[in-house]
T-cell receptor, first 113, second 112 residues
């Protein structure tokens, strides 16, 4: 079946540091890939997505590239801010007529001033 | 501009009690979902409704029932709560065929 593996946290960075959160997946066919973010006390919000190989998703300074050859979708940001502190989830869709997401376990990011 | 609204926000139950978690969306979405979030486990799909009038089991449906009351509302029922159902429950919705989900803010349930 489908599965998503992302690096375990927590990750603690200083403001303006470079961020990478690794994500690899196992899936049949050609899934779509997502990063969701969850701020404290809130539900998940879509951060970015990529629907086919070599696509790059980007939003709010975050980027991730769909790498089919390495089955990866690593999240990066060049300069993090305190406001980026949150839990980040990598996910993939199973495709077909019902688009159900398979999530990774989440990575807690804390950015210190 | 509410999006997905879940009630209640917090709930404490004793083992064996029943309750219904409510979810409503105002975005005219066809598909709705219930997930549970547990530490170190990510989110796991309990049930989903691809469109009004249909419901299907997800990854962890045991101990739960759902009702798609109309296009807006999708409720999750625990008939006899167990401590293993202590979790944060999220409802989500999407346009049918669209793969991006919109989440509510969650219900934190504790079963003692």
């Amino acid at each position: 079946g489908n599965s998503v593996t992302q690096m375990e946290g927590p990750v603690t960075l200083s403001e303006e540091a470079f961020l990478t959160i690794n994500c690899t997946y196992t899936a049949t066919g050609y899934p779509s890939l997502f990063w969701y973010v969850q701020y404290p006390g809130e539900g998940l919000q879509l951060l970015l997505k990529a629907t086919k190989a070599d696509d790059k998703g980007s939003n709010k300074g975050f980027e991730a590239t769909y790498r089919k050859e390495t089955t990866s979708f690593h999240l990066e940001k060049g300069s993090v801010q305190v406001s980026d502190s949150a839990v980040y989830f990598c996910a993939l869709s199973s495709g077909g007529s019902n688009y159900k997401l398979t999530f990774g376990k989440g990575t807690l990011l804390t950015v210190n001033p | 501009n509410a999006g997905v609204t879940q009630t209640p926000k917090f709930q404490v139950l004793k083992t064996g009690q029943s309750m219904t978690l409510q979810c409503a969306q105002d975005m005219n979405h066809n598909s709705m979902y219930w997930y549970r979030q547990d530490p170190g486990m990510g989110l796991r799909l309990i049930y989903y409704s691809a469109s009004e009038g249909t419901t299907d089991k997800g990854e962890v449906p045991n101990g739960y029932n759902v009702s798609r009351l109309n296009k807006r509302e999708f409720s999750l029922r625990l008939e006899s709560a167990a401590p293993s159902q202590t979790s944060v429950y999220f409802c989500a919705s999407s346009v049918q065929g669209e793969i991006s989900l919109h989440f509510g803010n969650g219900t934190r349930l504790t079963v003692t």
